[in-house]
């Protein structure tokens, strides 16, 4: 079956401009996960939902993000007055369940860059 | 929180060889840990995960991982290497801190395989 998409897959932007990324996860999976990858560096959480609501934001690194998931499916994540430093790869993941020891599937992640 | 340590950046092995890709765990409570795989502009995939029971834990693609308390390691394994294993990989360790599911992941190994 379809596995987890993002678009787009790369995204160049300038300092300052507004920018949405997009996560469509694996069907009949309930929580969906946002990760940020720098160069060199492992996935670092940033939100968590189970179902339509963030269950877990901690990640998030300031109040320039944000991520929605309305229906409980697609998800946003939406980065305002973007900085270089926001520079990076966005994955998203998917899991059947939240809890217990359900892995998680990612998806090949969008590639943001900030001039 | 929890945490994971992956030791060497990089593990270089010949074709045919066995290969080791390290990994120490810090956790409070029981751990539940995982390995992914990472190829070039592709996102991560998962490759087996220890939850509990048997320590040798058996997965995608002929690895397996060696789970061990008491070294608090969880060193992934397998007996013969092929070029195409090639690749980033992770270690990561499930986080429950703050109620969510996030995965902690370490800063992973870039293995070589060479013919």
């Known amino acids: 079956g379809a596995g987890v998409s993002q678009t787009p897959s790369n995204k160049v932007t300038e300092k300052g401009k507004y920018v949405e990324l997009r996560c469509d996860p694996i069907?009949?999976?309930?929580?969906l996960y946002w990760y940020r990858q720098s160069l060199g560096q492992g996935p670092e959480f940033l939100i968590y939902?189970?179902?339509?609501?963030?269950?877990?934001d901690s990640g998030l690194p300031n109040d320039r993000f944000f991520a929605v998931r309305p229906e409980g499916s697609v998800s946003t994540l939406k980065i305002q007055r973007t900085e270089r430093g926001d520079s990076a790869v966005y994955l998203c993941?998917?899991?059947?369940?939240?809890?217990?020891?359900?892995?998680?599937?990612f998806g090949p992640g969008t590639r943001l860059t900030v001039l | 929180a929890q945490s994971v340590a992956q030791p060497e950046d990089q593990v270089n092995v010949a074709e045919g060889n066995p290969l080791t890709v390290k990994c120490t765990y810090s956790?409070?409570?029981?751990?539940?840990l995982f390995w992914y795989v990472q190829y070039p502009n592709r996102g991560l995939q998962f490759l087996l995960k220890?939850?509990?029971?048997?320590?040798l834990v058996k997965g995608s693609y002929g690895f397996e991982a060696e789970f061990n308390k008491s070294q608090t390691s969880f060193h992934l394994k397998k007996p013969s290497a092929l070029v195409s294993d090639s690749a980033l990989y992770f270690c990561?360790?499930?986080?429950?801190?703050?109620?969510?599911?996030?995965?902690?992941f370490g800063t992973g190994t870039q293995l070589k395989v060479e013919l």
């Open positions: 939902f189970q179902g339509t609501g963030a269950a877990d």
């Open positions: 069907s009949g999976h309930t929580a």
């Open positions: 993941a998917s899991s059947l369940a939240a809890g217990g020891p359900a892995e998680q599937f």
């Open positions: 990561a360790v499930r986080d429950f801190t703050g109620g969510g599911n996030k995965l902690t």
């Open positions: 220890y939850i509990t029971g048997d320590n």
């Open positions: 956790v409070s409570g029981n751990p539940y």
